[in-house]
């Protein structure tokens, strides 16, 4: 069996900077015509001249122009019209962290409350940019998620011209947001699609799996994997790809984050046909993201085969998903 998308993309994802970003930006542009880039570096991306040379950096390490980066900025409630304006032709999207949720948030926002962004928000409305959300309360980890729904709630009705994208969605509470607002979206990663918290801590602990938000209920799996599956036209796939150094995962502080980048496609490749929808799969990784953020990528053709590929031990300091195993799919040479 084989498929060929047509202009993959990659709609949450962390490149870092530095030598990190020199290892894993090939691996996404080996399988993505495009991705958007997550802001959250040390300091975030909060200016044109971070987020042009960041850019420049990206397309640097990549050294191809099949590969579109799509900038993100560091959301913060001091960003006034005329900034939002002259940077507007530079990014896709802006970022919101509330403060401390996750890796590199501290900047993050400490209130989430609607009338405190209000500003911010209208101008991003009326510019039309789109707002990117980690939606997470600072709860009891496995209900953040879960009761973060009322904000999302209350800013898809104050700002019904806004396009908000629920970040890497885990829970069924945030899947029945999709068709309750028309102006909210979501991406969905890899990883939310296969494992729940057994993977992660129901028996030997798997640093490798701990992500934001962390991996949830049998009942969250199935709510994500119908409205994947099945290319539900509001959900689109971001892998939320976080690499970070063996020593930064395999320590009593584990760093949350899971690198897919290298086998994000081929995997979703086996799931889709397992499930007898391969079909569906151009939507999910590619279409539904060009209608939604209203984008024409670069365009490229990947192919993927039901031919197994050994996944290596590490990519330098990365230690990937499915690292020293075989997958059942892989990318056409
Ligand atoms: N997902 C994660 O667990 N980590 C991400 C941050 C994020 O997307 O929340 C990272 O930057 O490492
Ligand atoms: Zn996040
Ligand atoms: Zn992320």
Redesign the pocket.
Same mark, same amino acid.
């Not at 996750?102 to 948030?105: E, I, K, L, M, R």
């Given at each position: 069996m084989k498929i060929t998308l047509k202009s993959p993309l990659d709609m949450?994802l962390?490149l870092r900077d530095d030598e990190m970003l020199k290892t894993v930006a090939p691996l996404s542009s080996n399988s993505f015509c495009g991705a958007l880039v997550?802001p $959250?570096l040390v300091p975030p991306v909060t200016d044109k001249d971070m987020v042009k040379s960041y850019k420049g950096r990206i397309i640097e390490a990549i050294g191809s122009d099949c590969f579109e980066p799509y900038m993100t900025l560091f959301f913060q409630d001091s960003y006034t019209r005329a900034f939002l304006e002259q940077v507007r032709d530079d990014i896709l999207a802006v970022k919101l962290y509330p403060a401390g949720i !996750? !890796? $590199?948030?501290e900047g993050g926002v400490a209130a989430l409350d609607v009338e405190t962004l209000r500003p911010t928000l209208q101008i991003m409305s009326d510019l039309k940019i789109p707002l990117c959300i980690?939606g997470e309360s600072n709860g009891f980890v496995m209900d953040r998620e879960q009761e973060f729904m009322p904000i999302y709630e209350a800013l898809a009705q104050s700002f019904p011209e806004l396009s908000i994208v629920m970040?890497?969605i885990t829970t069924a509470a945030a899947v029945a947001m999709l068709d309750r607002y028309d102006n909210i979206y979501a991406t969905i990663t890899l990883h939310h699609l296969l494992i729940t918290l057994d993977d992660v801590a129901g028996g030997m602990l798997k640093p490798h799996l701990f992500?934001?938000p962390i991996a949830k209920r049998y009942e969250d799996r199935e709510a994500l994997l119908h409205v994947a599956l099945n290319a539900h036209p509001k959900v689109m796939f971001g892998s939320?790809s %976080?690499p970070?150094p063996q020593h930064k995962k395999e320590a009593c502080g584990c %760093? %949350?984050?899971?690198f897919t980048a290298p086998i994000a496609l081929p995997v979703l490749a086996e799931l889709f046909a397992n499930h007898g929808l391969l079909d569906n799969l151009q939507s999910f990784v590619s279409n539904n993201a060009m209608n939604i953020y209203n984008i024409t990528p670069p365009v490229t053709e990947l192919v993927l085969e039901d031919t197994p590929m050994h996944v290596p031990e590490k990519y330098n300091t990365v230690i990937p998903m499915y690292a020293g195993e075989q997958i059942g799919w892989s990318i056409r040479k």
């Open positions: 949450h962390h997550m $959250n !996750t !890796t $590199n948030s980690h970040e890497h992500c934001k939320d %976080a970070h %760093a %949350a984050g899971v």
